[in-house]
C-alpha cells in the first residue's frame, strides 16, 4: 500500500512534535537536579522554553495542514524523557552522562527537523520551511553550547569529584 508525500510529512511532523515533548522532559528533570553547575542549569531551562516553542511552531504547521500532533506518541515520548532522566540519576558521574546524552539528542533534532525540511519541499508546503529553520538553528546552537562546556564540565565534575564534593550533578 503506497503512503502519500503529505502523509509521510505529517507522520514526520508528528514524531517532531513528540520528540519535543521529550526534549523538554530531559531538560526540565536535569534543571531539577543540578546544583553545581549552574551555567548548565540555565541553558537547559532556557532551551526547555526553547523547545516549547518549537513544539508550537510544529502546532502551526500542522494545523496549517489541517491536522494535529499525536497525544499518544508525545505521552510516550515524555515518559521515556522521564525514564532517560532518571537512569542517569543513578550513576555517580550523572553530569557527564546527561552531557553525552544531551549532545546526542541535540543531534537526532538536527537531523529530523534537516529531514522535515526536505519533506516539506517534497510536500509542497512553502510555508514551513521558515518555521523549521527557525527550530534548526535553535538546535545547533544548543549542540554547540553543549560542546564548547564539554571541557569545563568535565573539569567541573573532576574537581568535585577529588575534593569529595557533591559532583554528579
Avoid at 31 to 39: A, D, G, I, S, T
Avoid at 66 to 86: Q, R
Avoid at 122 to 128: E, H, L, T, V
Avoid at 131 to 158: F, G, K, P, V
Wanted: hydrophobic share 40%; proline share 2%; glycine share 4%.
Amino acid at each position: 500500500m503506497a503512503t502519500s508525500i503529505r502523509d509521510i510529512y505529517i507522520t514526520g511532523l508528528q514524531n517532531a512534535h513528540a520528540l519535543e515533548a521529550q526534549a523538554i522532559q530531559l531538560c526540565n528533570r536535569q534543571v531539577e537536579r543540578l546544583e553545581n553547575y549552574p551555567e548548565m542549569r540555565e541553558r537547559l531551562r532556557m532551551h526547555s522554553q526553547e523547545s516549547q516553542r518549537q513544539q508550537e511552531r510544529i502546532d502551526q504547521i500542522l494545523q496549517s495542514l489541517g491536522t494535529s500532533p499525536s497525544t499518544l506518541k508525545d505521552i510516550g515520548t515524555s515518559i521515556m524523557g522521564n525514564l532517560a532522566a532518571a537512569s542517569h540519576a543513578l550513576m555517580q558521574d550523572e553530569v557527564i552522562k546527561n552531557t553525552f546524552a544531551n549532545y546526542a539528542f541535540e543531534h537526532f533534532e538536527i537531523a529530523s527537523y534537516r529531514s522535515l525540511m526536505v519533506m516539506a519541499e517534497a510536500a509542497g508546503d512553502s510555508r514551513a520551511p521558515r518555521l523549521l529553520q527557525e527550530s534548526l538553528n535553535e538546535e545547533i546552537q544548543m549542540a554547540r553550547w553543549i560542546e564548547e562546556n564539554l571541557d569545563s564540565t568535565t573539569r567541573r565534575y573532576m574537581q568535585l569529584e577529588a575534593a569529595g564534593m557533591k559532583s554528579g550533578v
